[in-house]
């Protein structure tokens, strides 16, 4: 059975700093790609930042120079450093695996920026 749970997220004032974390069980973590997705209410899911299964990254042009993906394959998680938050990036915050047709996501947790 596969799991991807995440954890870390939480209410942080505008310009902190949180890190989430994202355990995948039931994979072969090390050949799949690793991402993160964040719904805010009311908008679409969209990408924020993808790590292949070597060290390729990708982020959402929002995000860049403030989050930084990262994983360890020994194990088997991947995380998502978040500096310098906005409140435009509240929104529930997704772990997302994808290898060749299979695709696995988390439950989500959620982030809220606020003062």
């Known amino acids: 059975q596969v799991q991807l749970v995440e954890s870390g997220g939480g209410l942080v004032q505008p310009g902190g700093s949180l890190r989430l974390s994202c355990a995948a069980s039931g994979i072969r973590f090390s050949l799949y790609a690793m991402g993160w997705y964040r719904q805010a209410p009311g908008k679409q899911r969209e990408l924020v930042a993808r790590i292949r299964s070597g060290v390729t990254t990708n982020y959402a042009d929002s995000v860049k120079g403030r989050f930084t993906i990262s994983r360890d394959n020994a194990k088997n998680t991947v995380y998502l450093q978040m500096n310098s938050l906005k409140p435009e990036d509240t929104a529930v915050y997704y772990c997302?695996?994808?290898?060749?047709?299979?695709?696995?996501w988390g439950q989500g947790t959620q982030v809220t920026v606020s003062s």
């Open positions: 997302n695996a994808e290898w060749s047709t299979r695709t696995y």
